[in-house]
């Protein structure tokens, strides 16, 4: 029996299972029934790398490729260097010919997505991990790796965006001076969002927070009210978002649609907020108690001041025991730490210390004490969590 006899959800089914696009381009070559079924596979995610060959490849997609093989596109994924050695390379030398071909190319390649791929709802910009790259590189002069983020960035909000992306995902963008290039239309669309910044102390700080709390809170507020799932990240020991940084929201940011909400390296400071409700990250997530139904809290930390250690306005337990009371329709709380729950404290002198994780209090037994009343709370907040999850089940 010839393999284009049997039925065509069973051979798309067998197509699923093979995993080398190479021989996914092959197969397609066997018949015009292998080839419809081949090409909404083979071209339904396209991952593009920071190299010029990559670059060739999206734009020849675009220009030379059938209707059909555009149409199959549906998620775009750039991915930075991740060889260390390799980064570095280019690093050194971010004004060579083949680094400025590359930008060029990636940045022609990604002004045509809403052009050319009208099925496209997915864009994921995963930029290069490599935080110590850039701490001699900012102050000017700038990396390649700073200028190619520019640049893709400005191809995508120069252009109008595809008729159907709903999902934007900007990996380890780096703080910088310059404005993040910002399109209203390429955020009308949006269901998700997810921003991760780099940062450690060899960034220079003032840049660190200006784009926090210039850029970062312009995208947020240029993000559809239709957002479903928001997803923040501050990547940095020493420079979580919430103090210094302070937090890129508003007062009255809300989204009516947030379902899911996950905030990673944040912190809560109550003492902050007193000043300025903008910074009350409880705030915000508590704006969102009507909608919310997946909250995660990964690496969050408890501000204490900038003077006594030991003395939490608001620890983890009230911020606990807010979430049990008003957050009545969350249904999974992700809450990861590193040892126990986390609280910082302020060094002195404030403009140039950096926040501290880990315990600070007086002596063992307030440690313990405090210790077991935020454990109490939590398992009070997880017992109603795991309550309503088994409802709606049922």
């Not at 959800?9 to 197509?15: A, C, G, R, S, V």
């Not at 210039?214 to 940095?236: D, E, M, Q, V, Y």
């Not at 007086?362 to 313990?368: N, P, V, Y």
Request: contains cysteine; charged residues 20%.
């Amino acid at each position: 029996m010839h393999p284009t006899s049997l039925p065509s959800e069973l051979l798309i089914l067998i197509l699923t299972f093979v995993e080398e696009t190479s021989d996914l381009s092959n197969i397609r070559l066997a018949s015009h029934t292998l080839n419809s079924l081949v090409v909404p596979l083979l071209f339904r995610t396209i991952v593009v790398t920071d190299d010029i060959t990559s670059a060739n490849r999206l734009i020849s997609l675009q220009t030379a490729a059938g209707d059909e093989s555009r149409t199959a596109v549906q998620e775009i994924i750039f991915r930075g260097r991740r060889s260390l050695s390799d980064a570095r390379t280019v690093f050194l030398d971010a004004t060579s010919k083949p680094a400025r071909r590359t930008r060029a190319a990636l940045a022609t390649a990604f002004s045509q997505l809403g052009a050319k791929f009208i099925n496209l709802h997915t864009i994921q910009l995963d930029f290069h991990p490599f935080r110590q790259l850039e701490k001699l590189a900012l102050p000017p002069p700038p990396t390649h790796f700073h200028l190619l983020q520019l640049g893709l960035l400005r191809a995508l909000s120069a252009h109008p965006p595809p008729p159907s992306l709903s999902s934007l995902t900007l990996i380890n963008l780096i703080p910088t001076s310059d404005k993040i290039p910002l399109d209203e239309d390429l955020f009308h669309q949006l269901k998700l969002l997810e921003i991760s910044v780099l940062g450690d102390g060899a960034y220079n700080a003032a840049v660190l927070y200006d784009f926090w709390e210039t850029s970062i809170a312009s995208l947020l507020n240029h993000a559809a009210p239709r957002l479903t799932s928001l997803g923040l990240s501050s990547i940095t020991n020493q420079h979580p978002a919430g103090v210094r940084p302070r937090l890129p929201f508003n007062s009255t940011l809300h989204f009516p649609f947030l379902t899911n909400l996950s905030l990673i390296n944040f912190i809560f400071a109550p003492t902050h907020a007193a000043d300025s409700p903008d910074n009350d990250l409880l705030a915000f997530i508590l704006r969102h108690k009507s909608t919310l139904t997946h909250l995660t809290l990964a690496y969050c930390a408890v501000y204490g001041g900038d003077s006594m250690p030991g003395v939490y306005p608001r620890p983890w337990r009230s911020i606990f025991q807010r979430l049990q009371e008003e957050l009545t329709y969350l249904r999974r709380f992700d809450f990861a730490h590193i040892v126990g729950f986390q609280y910082v404290v302020q060094l002195v002198p404030p403009d140039h210390s950096a926040l501290v994780l880990g315990f600070f209090y007086d002596d063992g037994e307030a440690r313990m004490r405090m210790r077991e009343g935020d454990c109490d709370a939590y398992e009070r907040l997880m017992e109603g969590v795991r309550e309503r999850a088994l409802d709606v089940v049922a």
